[in-house]
């Protein structure tokens, strides 16, 4: 069984990947990803200048996940740009994801005209989901900032693009989100980001978990699985065939990331999993993966992706 996988013409030798904002801050970071045996990587979503993000602690291990409130902190997009370049230069073979997180449209726009102009051969992560700076909505809940965003930015962007989105919970918002979604060149669409403002407490002290927005976070981790499959699965319903989807949220074994691949899923991210276990995680990923497609008796990713069968 092999786990190689595909996104437009880019192909990746293994169907793992990091989520955005895990492991994946700084250059030392990267080049662990990169020599693990996850297909490719992320960079942290990048804003246009350095950020340093909330107060700590603003992330926490939980139970069955984690909770996050980190506020976007990156070494802004230069930084990011800088890396993917040179990696690409050495490693022509892994195309890599660059993802950014602009505070507003302007923000996007500029740092996606820098990134059109630049020599940068991968893929664009527009994250339009992170719901963890103070006073900034969603753009992935307003869609018709959504709509103006992609509009503004298909006027002239031309490199391999897709958009990181937060999970919906209302079939008539996939309907409408799909319907917005289809109007565009995106080569990918990744579902999804974490659960929004969530809220755990510290038993000892009755007090919330984490500093930033009173305790107010991301949650992520085994949480967010079934979320996730619906959100995979009523995506791979409803966009074009020719956006392919990432499935993000709930992996912590082969099982998890084999359900995310049948919901529709042609590359699986980590998150919670990979900042608890390390890039290891990835071995022990790809092994527990070939085990289930073992015993399914598929030889490959596409044996088996978006084959989800329902009750008759
Ligand atoms: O607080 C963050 O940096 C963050 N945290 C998340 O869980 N998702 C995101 O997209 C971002 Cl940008």
Redesign the pocket.
């Known amino acids: 069984t092999d786990l190689h996988t595909s996104i437009d013409k880019f192909q990746f030798n293994n169907v793992f990947m990091n989520a955005?904002?895990v492991r994946c801050y700084t250059k030392d970071e990267l080049d662990e990803l990169a020599q693990s045996d996850a297909g490719t990587l992320v960079t942290k979503?990048a804003t246009q200048t350095k950020r340093l993000?909330?107060p700590s602690p603003r992330y926490a291990p939980l139970e069955l996940g984690s909770i996050?409130?980190?506020?976007?902190?990156n070494e802004g997009l230069e930084y990011y740009l800088d890396y993917a370049l040179d990696f690409q230069k050495a490693h022509p073979e892994k195309p890599i994801f660059l993802s950014v997180?602009g505070l507003s449209m302007e923000e996007n726009l500029a740092m996606a005209h820098t990134i059109e102009n630049s020599d940068f051969n991968g893929l664009v992560e527009f994250?339009l989901?992170?719901?963890?700076?103070p006073g900034k909505p969603q753009t992935g809940y307003d869609f018709d900032r959504t709509q103006e965003v992609l509009t503004n930015l298909f006027d002239f962007f031309t490199k391999p693009a897709g958009v990181?989105l937060p999970p919906y919970f209302d079939l008539a918002q996939f309907d409408q989100m799909a319907t917005i979604l289809n109007q565009f060149p995106l080569k990918f669409v990744n579902s999804i980001?974490?659960l929004g403002n969530g809220l755990m407490i510290d038993p000892e002290t009755d007090t919330a978990l984490i500093k930033p927005k009173g305790g107010f976070g991301?949650i992520?981790g085994a949480y967010a699985k079934p979320i996730a499959l619906a959100n995979v699965r009523a995506f791979a319903q409803r966009l074009d065939p020719k956006i392919q989807l990432i499935g993000t949220g709930g992996v912590t074994n082969g099982r998890d990331a084999y359900d995310l691949i049948l919901a529709g899923a042609s590359l699986v991210q980590v998150g919670t999993l990979l900042q608890e276990e390390g890039t290891v995680a990835f071995t022990r990923l790809t092994r527990e993966l070939r085990a289930v497609m073992q015993t399914k008796g598929y030889n490959a990713i596409s044996d088996f992706r978006g084959q989800l069968k329902v009750l008759s």
């Open positions: 955005s904002g979503s993000g909330n996050n409130s980190m506020g976007l902190p997180a994250n989901s992170c719901p963890n700076v990181k980001n974490s991301g992520g």
